[in-house]
């Protein structure tokens, strides 16, 4: 049966398009697939040629990741039988669990210094969004154009001055320092984008609230903001995403007490070279949060993205 | 409830000058209208009575109260807009309260004058409803509902009824004129419409390029226009202009126009130079005695009425007759006016000469 409906596509149509969406899908997902699948695997599996596809799963990559370990005397071995099942894993090289490994603390940074950039650039870039929407702000578009002019380059080309300034102020390997400097780069982003959310809002609303007895701030607070909600979701999820994956200046500026898990993850040592499974099960533990993230913002992620594309 | 005094009123923007030094009293109780072609100023003088916007200088007063430059949340005037403006992350009962919520009231009392409210306009079953699935009218009524539920001093509307389609709209002008005399407040009224401003106001300004042309009852502005741009923007067909070059003196009861004398009220005020004759189209009678003579262009069936386009050695007219009168296109046909309605114009300033027509209401305007 053929549609009659104009617009409405064809079965046929219908078909390849689903069919052509599901094999992009796939060929984007081999990668990921890939790496979640390496951090189950025992460090031979994961080096072997050809890839391994089918292979026995052990924990092994993940007890790695959050331990330190070290090589003990038979003797103690055998004094010490393993109490755990990530202990018994550790015992196939002769090894003990001597404590747990950074890899907590450096994801912990990466989720204060990720979330929190993304909250500040929201927050400044809502006000100043807002600002530039309604008011009448002398050289506003001078102004719009010099935030926007800070993305020209790309930021890690200040690399060399930032070190620098950030040690003299004392914000190196600071959680602060690395939220402000996140905060920076996406800001303009955050302006310009959340600028475009707040113009569609028609003025009405506010006015009507000024009207029914609110002050300009709670207008702003009550009846702006829900409405701008789908813009601000949309352009968190884009800070976030930048602020998470950050790597050039990660290296950088961070090496202990501030570091976030992208520069801490390759580093990770094991027997006899990289631990291929560890660094894979970190990459994925690290793909979560951002992965969370977005599918709980999915609806106004979607929204956001064709807003203003339709017009009601 | 309350009087509304705007005194001097003007209002810039950069270079743009929406209003101009404007005055006029708008009485407690009335229904007043503010009328003109888009971009005339009417909704900026709206916008500045209710704190929306700041004037550039001049006084606004409300019961005796200065309020030109006071907060819009001080002024206790409520707002209705054009495109209702109801806030759309809210249910209908949330809508009605949050100008009580504002005030501090407490939730019982809230929740019995949004019932109170809901029931005066019919809407008590939409309360629970998210207002983006409403019709056009039960938005209409939401938007008054939270206009009217704090009991403000005065109602600004800016253009209410221009989201309805033609048919709803007569509906609700007529819900609306008895929402108003059911609870007596102060309204000021918004509209393009003149047919609206006619039929709802008490009172009407009639503004036009950020000036006020005149001010009064739909009677006195419709009988004595005091400009041109008046006459001509109220009724239709509008008033009649015949063009002629002439002098009229002060007690004047006739002009000469065409070779024919013809009656006019008697003047108050000299002319000279380019001046115009202005005639309703109800005004005009046909008859084959009149000395002064139209050929006919056109006509017009309207039922009882038929509108008949002629052409005068002074321009073209439209004239209202009963539908039973004859006339052919073509035909020459004599000319009558009533004496008592005609408004003459000094061509040059637009303005209506005084006469014993209009003299009280112009005098005073």
């Known amino acids: 049966m053929s549609s009659f409906s104009v617009t409405e596509p064809s079965k046929r149509s219908k078909w390849f398009a689903g069919t052509l969406v599901i094999v992009y899908a796939l060929i984007t997902m081999v990668p990921l697939a890939w790496i979640m699948l390496t951090g189950f695997k025992s460090p031979a599996d994961a080096i072997s040629y050809p890839p391994k596809v089918l292979f026995e799963p052990t924990l092994e990559g993940y007890v790695n990741l959050f331990t330190t370990r070290t090589r003990q005397t038979d003797e103690f071995l055998a004094a010490n039988p393993p109490e755990t099942w990530y202990e018994e894993i550790v015992r196939q090289y002769d090894m003990v669990i001597a404590g747990p490994s950074k890899f907590g603390e450096r994801f912990l940074n990466s989720v204060i210094i990720g979330f929190g950039s993304t909250f500040l650039s929201i927050f400044l870039g809502t006000l100043a969004a807002y600002a530039f929407s309604r008011f009448k702000i002398p050289l506003a578009d001078d102004l719009l154009f010099f935030i926007l002019s800070t993305r020209m380059m790309p930021p890690i080309a200040v690399a060399i001055p930032i070190f620098l300034m950030y040690r003299q102020l004392g914000l190196s390997d600071t959680h602060l320092g690395m939220i402000l400097l996140y905060t920076a780069v996406n800001i303009s982003l955050a302006v310009w984008l959340l600028k475009g959310f707040i113009d569609e809002i028609p003025r009405e609303y506010e006015e009507a609230a000024l009207i029914d007895g609110y002050t300009r701030f709670q207008a702003f607070y009550k009846v702006v903001l829900p409405q701008a909600a789908t813009g601000i979701a949309s352009t968190a999820i884009f800070c976030l995403i930048f602020a998470w994956n950050e790597y050039a200046f990660a290296v950088l500026l961070t090496s202990g007490t501030a570091q976030t898990a992208p520069p801490f993850i390759p580093t990770i040592i094991g027997v006899g070279g990289l631990d291929w499974p560890a660094v894979a099960a970190g990459a994925t533990i690290f793909l979560l949060p951002v992965m969370i993230f977005t599918v709980a913002l999915r609806k106004h992620l979607l929204r956001g993205i064709t807003f203003g594309a339709v017009r009601k | ?365």
């Open chain 2, 1 to 365: 409830m309350a009087e509304i005094v705007i005194k001097n009123v003007r209002k810039e923007f950069g270079d743009f000058t929406a209003v101009r030094e404007s005055s006029f009293t708008i009485e407690d109780g009335e229904f007043f209208m503010l009328l003109g072609p888009s971009g005339c100023g009417k909704t900026t003088t709206l916008r500045m009575i209710a704190g929306l916007e700041l004037p550039t200088s001049g006084e606004i007063y409300l019961d005796g109260e200065e309020i030109s430059q006071k907060p819009p949340s001080q002024r206790d005037i409520a707002f209705v807009f054009q495109m209702f403006a109801l806030y759309p992350h809210m249910n209908v009962y949330k809508n009605l309260s949050y100008p009580l919520v504002s005030q501090g009231m407490k939730r019982a009392a809230v929740r019995d004058k949004v019932h109170e409210v809901a029931g005066i306009l019919g809407i008590r079953d939409i309360l629970k409803k998210p207002v983006g699935g409403l019709s056009g009218g039960d938005r209409q009524r939401v938007a008054l509902g939270r206009a009217i539920v704090r009991d403000p001093k005065a109602f600004m509307m800016d253009e209410p009824l221009g989201a309805l389609d033609a048919e709803f709209r007569e509906h609700m002008s007529e819900e609306l004129r008895a929402l108003h005399d059911r609870m007596n407040a102060t309204t000021v009224y918004v509209t393009h419409d003149q047919l609206e401003a006619m039929q709802m106001g008490d009172k009407i300004v009639v503004m036009n390029n950020a000036v006020v042309e005149q001010f009064g009852t739909p009677q006195e502005i419709y009988d004595k226009p005091a400009t041109m741009f008046v006459a001509d923007f109220i009724g239709s067909p509008s008033m009649n202009f015949l063009e002629f070059q002439g002098t009229v003196s002060e007690g004047a009861q006739s002009v000469e126009m065409n070779g024919q004398k013809l009656s006019v009220p008697r003047q108050i005020q000299s002319g000279s130079g380019n001046l115009v004759f202005g005639v309703r189209p109800e005004h005009v009678t046909l008859s084959d005695s009149g000395e002064y003579r139209g050929e006919v262009l056109a006509t017009e069936y309207l039922g009882t009425t038929q509108i008949i386009t002629l052409d005068t050695p002074n321009g073209e007219l439209k004239a209202r007759v009963p539908s039973g009168q004859v006339a052919t296109v073509g035909e020459k046909i004599g000319l009558g006016f009533d004496a008592s309605t005609i408004t003459l114009f000094d061509r040059n300033s637009g303005k209506a000469l005084l006469s014993e027509l209009n003299e009280e209401v112009l005098s005073n305007g």
